[in-house]
Nanobody, 127 residues
Framework: QVQLVESGGGLVQAGGSLRLSCTVS????????MGWFRQALGKEREFQAA????????YYADSVKGRFTISRNNAENTVYLQMNTLKPEDTAVYFC????????????????????WGQGTQVIVSS
């Protein structure tokens, strides 16, 4: 059974930082590209960041480029999202996702590319 479990969300003031973690079980983690998405209340789930299987390739939404950093530890089956200089508009539920598909980098920005999803962790940024 594949499980993706996010953690690290919480309440933070604007300008602060949080580090999200997503621990994966039930699949061979090093064979999967990983992504982070977020969904604000009343909005669609949107891409934030992705990282290739090896960790060499990383991709970001324009809104978080320079503030968020995605990384992974294949030995620990975990992907991270370091979020700095947080803004109230970053408030959302954050989801990690995994795909074993061989796709071009642009497809890692698409929700439909991913086969497995976590349950999400809430991030609230107060002004």
């Amino acid at each position: 059974q594949v499980q993706l479990v996010e953690s690290g969300g919480g309440l933070v003031q604007a300008g602060g930082s949080l580090r999200l973690s997503c621990t994966v079980s039930g699949l061979t983690f090093r064979n999967y590209h990983m992504g982070w998405f977020r969904q604000a209340l009343g909005k669609e789930r949107e891409f934030q960041a992705a990282i290739t299987r090896s960790g060499v390739g990383t991709y970001y939404a324009d809104s978080v480029k320079g503030r968020f950093t995605i990384s992974r530890n294949n030995a620990e089956n975990t992907v991270y999202l370091q979020m700095n200089t947080l803004k109230p508009e970053d408030t959302a539920v954050y989801f990690c996702a995994a795909t074993g598909r061989m796709v071009a980098a642009s497809y890692l920005r698409e929700r439909t590319t991913y086969s497995y999803w976590g349950q999400g962790t809430q991030v609230i940024v107060s002004s």
